[in-house]
């Protein structure tokens, strides 16, 4: 049998399966996107391939899958600096304001996916302004990316008045087939409690119904939203959601760093997920989520970015260090499960997000979104403890090589589909209008 692409007798493969499963010196075979074989080296060492990948001394594992972001946000990294989340939110918007048009929102995204591509994230659930711009940018350079219609009560940055947000929801569908790139759900996404009203909450969750859609929002990221969202409707964030009819769907909440034990047990109940955040989260000052309380209950939890004026990366490494260190912090060193911290960033993601049944973990018939690392380089030496390894030690450097739906998206540390160099000559050029602001 003839394929098209055989990754060669890599030193480890971390499949993620469901019995986390480390396979030494091992082959993967890639046909028309997906996985058609998985074993080890010598038996499928005689495949015909296309492309042959020479893994050795490399790791093999799943794109890491960033649940929670705001990609074009890479041109306004360090603008709002020593504020909390009010603060953070005001310096921000001022510079949305003077720069986010269309082509701005696309440009930002094209760097933010090249970030996150080379870092070994191939897919994003990406809530921003102009979001058919964003998309159009992100697939551009290879990136699975989850984008949407996102509302807000008021006009905003993008200048949209409720009905025009509604319009270009209706049409998301037909847009995600214009543009193409890799499958992903159809999500909308409302701001948050405080910036959407109950009623326009409930006419997103209406039009959700129609288009079998997914939600994401912001959710109880600090202590001031749930007390403001409790003093104007006299409920928490997660109880006014379930009232209007957006836990009825698929959802997923950003942050979700104080959320109360009813709020948890109503998610859990109606399976939603949550985007832990512990980078953004301590910049911020807004808090830790309680990631082992959030798995305890049931609820599928994903790793999240956040966008990079307040995280300053898209680096998925150093949130999973951040989720391991909060959990030894606010529990014990003990209850640090390394196999947990990576399901996280990988198929318990993608399950989050509606995409589990197609990637997040190394199996027969899944699509290949692969990262090579480079396992030759002294921080990574000697190999005691292969998760360890990820967790504590990786770091985005060693991605040498990525895949997205069997489709080599960076090679040898290189984007193949876009210069680097021109995106950066071109933000550069952008960013200049910024300068009077400060």
């Known amino acids: 049998m003839k394929v098209d692409l055989l990754i060669h007798n890599a030193k480890y493969v971390v499949s993620v399966d469901q019995a986390g499963s480390i396979f030494e010196l091992s082959s993967i075979a890639v046909t028309n996107g997906r996985i058609s074989h998985l074993g080890s080296a010598t038996e499928l060492a005689e495949l015909e391939a296309t492309e042959v990948f020479d893994a050795a001394h ?14 074009a946000m890479t041109l306004l990294r360090g603008w709002a ?21 269309e082509a701005t929102c696309e440009l930002g995204t094209e760097l933010g996916a090249a970030e996150a591509l080379l870092s070994g994230t191939t897919t994003a659930l990406d809530m921003y302004l102009n979001h058919v711009a964003t998309h159009r940018g992100a697939v551009r350079v290879g990136l699975r990316h989850v984008g949407g219609p996102i509302f807000f009560d008021f006009p905003g940055l993008d200048g949209l008045e409720w009905n025009e947000r509604i319009s270009y929801a209706s049409t998301w569908e037909e847009t995600l087939s214009e543009i193409g790139g890799p499958h992903v759900p159809i999500f909308f996404m409302p701001h948050s409690c405080y910036t959407d009203s109950p009623e326009h909450l409930a006419e997103v969750a209406a039009l959700a119904t129609k288009f079998k859609a997914r939600i994401h929002l912001h959710v109880s990221e600090t202590v001031a939203e749930n007390e403001q969202v ?54 911020l000052g807004s808090g830790i989520a309680d990631f082992q309380k959030l798995r305890a209950a049931g609820i599928k939890v994903g790793l999240g970015t956040d966008g990079c004026s307040s995280s300053n990366d898209l680096d998925m490494w150093q949130v999973l260090r951040l989720a391991a260190h909060m ?53 990574l030496t000697p190999i005691h403890n292969v998760l360890a390894l990820l967790v504590y030690a990786a770091g985005r450097g060693d991605v040498t090589d990525v895949w997205v739906a069997g489709s080599r998206v960076v090679a040898s540390r290189v984007l193949t589909r876009i210069s680097l160099e021109d995106v950066i000559s071109r933000v550069e050029e952008r960013c200049l209008k910024l300068a009077g602001l400060k």
């Not at 603060?87 to 918007?93: I, P, T």
């Not at 209850?335 to 997040?360: H, N, Q, S």
């Not at 027969?364 to 380089?377: H, Q, S, V, Y």
């Open 327 to 379: 959990v030894a912090f606010k529990n014990s060193p003990a209850e640090v499960d390394l196999a947990a911290i990576i399901r996280a960033a990988t198929i318990e993601g993608a399950e989050a997000i509606g995409l589990g049944d197609r990637i997040g973990s190394i199996e027969i018939g899944k699509e290949a979104d692969l990262i090579a690392l480079d396992l030759r380089a002294a921080h």
């Open 81 to 101: 600096e020593g504020v909390n989340l009010q603060g953070f939110l005001e310096r921000v918007w001022a510079a949305e304001g003077a720069i986010m048009d």
């Open 230 to 283: 409790q003093s104007l409707y006299n409920r928490t964030p997660t109880q006014l959601l379930k009232e209007v009819g957006v836990l009825d769907h698929p959802t997923i909440f950003g942050h979700g760093v104080h959320l109360s034990e009813s709020d948890i047990v109503e998610l859990a109940r109606t399976g939603g997920a949550v985007a832990h955040c512990p980078g953004s989260n301590l910049k």
């Open 58 to 71: 490399h790791l093999i594992m799943p794109g890491m899958v960033n649940s929670h972001t705001h990609l």
